[in-house]
């Protein structure tokens, strides 16, 4: 499998999942960069399948109409999404890229339609919901505290301490890390309740 991260716009993180030896590519959340993520699929010979954005925030979906009109490619969103899409996904459906499978997992909170993608069961491309020592903010619209927890305590942390995580930007000390790790040390990921939860999303 190809795996590749790319920084764009300062902050944001764009991926390439491939099958090389099937010439087989997907793009999760082509940010300013889509030139740049261009440029790697051609250089890689890679025939795009899919464009996914993990939600609509249009830092993740700038992308998509350059990409999807230069090397084809179905846009894949969540199906609560306003994005425009050819294809609309909902939790546990899997994208297969070549021999490669893309698990969507719902994870709503930073907003109505925020999922993750868990690739081939060790990669977990997390959006705006979990970062390198953070998780998403709340209080945008569409953003929810209380879904916030549900989707990290109860789906995210569900999944083992190896799985690796990549964010959706570039706000940690590293640019990615493991559950493990932020399980041990990411401030918002320690025990609380519920309640506690939402009060502490809501301190300024």
Same mark, same amino acid.
């Given at each position: 499998?190809?795996?590749?991260?790319?920084?764009?716009?300062?902050?944001?993180?764009?991926?390439?999942?491939?099958?090389?030896?099937?010439?087989?590519?997907?793009?999760?959340?082509?940010?300013?960069?889509?030139?740049?993520?261009?440029?790697?699929?051609?250089?890689?010979?890679?025939?795009?399948?899919?464009?996914?954005?993990?939600?609509?925030?249009?830092?993740?979906?700038?992308?998509?109409?350059?990409?999807n009109?230069?090397?084809?490619?179905?846009?894949?969103?969540?199906?609560?999404?306003?994005?425009?899409?050819?294809?609309r996904?909902?939790?546990?459906?899997?994208?297969?890229?070549?021999?490669?499978?893309?698990?969507?997992?719902?994870? +709503?909170?930073?907003?109505?339609?925020?999922?993750?993608?868990?690739?081939?069961?060790?990669?977990?491309?997390?959006?705006?919901?979990?970062?390198?020592?953070?998780?998403?903010?709340?209080?945008?619209?569409?953003?929810?505290?209380?879904?916030?927890?549900?989707?990290?305590?109860?789906?995210?942390?569900?999944?083992?301490?190896t799985? @690796?995580?990549? +964010?959706?930007?570039?706000?940690g +000390?590293?640019?990615?890390?493991?559950?493990?790790? @932020?399980?041990?040390?990411?401030?918002?990921?320690?025990?609380?309740?519920v309640?506690?939860?939402?009060?502490?999303?809501?301190? +300024?």
């Amino acid at each position: 499998m190809f795996f590749k991260q790319i920084l764009a716009n300062g902050d944001n993180f764009s991926y390439i999942v491939a099958d090389e030896n099937l010439g087989v590519a997907a793009v999760v959340d082509p940010s300013f960069n889509a030139a740049e993520i261009g440029r790697e699929l051609e250089a890689k010979n890679l025939r795009l399948k899919y464009i996914v954005n993990t939600h609509g925030h249009p830092d993740h979906t700038e992308g998509n109409a350059e990409l999807n009109e230069k090397f084809g490619g179905r846009i894949v969103v969540h199906s609560k999404s306003e994005t425009r899409a050819d294809l609309r996904v909902d939790d546990g459906d899997v994208l297969e890229v070549g021999r490669v499978r893309m698990k969507v997992i719902y994870t +709503p909170g930073h907003s109505v339609d925020s999922m993750c993608l868990l690739v081939d069961g060790k990669r977990l491309l997390t959006g705006d919901t979990l970062f390198v020592g953070e998780c998403g903010r709340t209080d945008m619209p569409g953003g929810s505290p209380r879904s916030m927890y549900d989707s990290l305590f109860n789906k995210i942390l569900k999944l083992e301490d190896t799985v @690796e995580v990549y +964010p959706g930007h570039d706000y940690g +000390p590293k640019q990615f890390s493991t559950l493990g790790e @932020e399980r041990r040390s990411n401030y918002t990921l320690q025990p609380r309740s519920v309640d506690e939860f939402i009060r502490f999303m809501s301190q +300024p």
